[in-house]
């Protein structure tokens, strides 16, 4: 009697993390009139064409006028939450990176934002690069790589509790393993894109830029690859009007003076 009063343990050890891995914060209503503006600025965006790129001296310009204004912007915003996460991002513009791409994660402790010149180069205006780094800067605050780590922990622990139930040889508890790690992967990414799209129109806006603008970046029609073979950002962010939907319904709260609330 002992041992499956253990397992059932696990299982609702491993169902308790996954139940706080939701988004930090509330995500706003973003359907009725939001889901039909949303739909025709996304309709404009994709037909609106590829953007000519800027040189590399352009591009550079723009990074530097935009970036310290969006990092003082999501200091503030990080720091008024008080979420207990760093709030002083080392950012930088990487100049190897051949693909098109922006991305947040941590070397060591320090919080880290990345975002190529290609990339920079590929912006109709300052507000697309302000929307991307601020967009970036939502998921250190919504804590995205420590919760997407302990749902991947959570589903590895609720596959190999499955695995164990079903029989106690190695071989169902590895299936059991590498079933959950999948599980964990996928469920959560959307919401977190969009809780990170939520704190980035704030930010951004905050910076003294255009969100909705901005969010046009991603509303375009790209490959998920590149020229060199290697993941875009659209890869990992696909264009989606819900997206778009969301950034109109957050300027909505914005310009009611809402501030951001903790998710229910
Ligand atoms: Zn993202």
New binding site residues.
Partial sequence: MFRPASRSLIFAGALATLAACGTTYELPDSGGAYTDEAGRLFAEARASGPVTPLSAAAAEARYARVMPRVARAGREICQQLNTGVTCEVDIALDRQMEERNAY?TYQGNQPVIRISLPLVQDTGSDDEVAFVLA??Y??LIGRHVEKQQSQVLAGALIGGALGALVGDSSDAVALGLGLGTAAGGIVYSQA??LE?DTIGTRIASAAGYDPVQGARFFARAEAARGGAGGYSIWG??PPDRKRVATVLATKAQIDAQQGLRPAP
């Fill in positions: 947040f967009h970036e939502g998921h977190y894109e990170s990992t962010h």
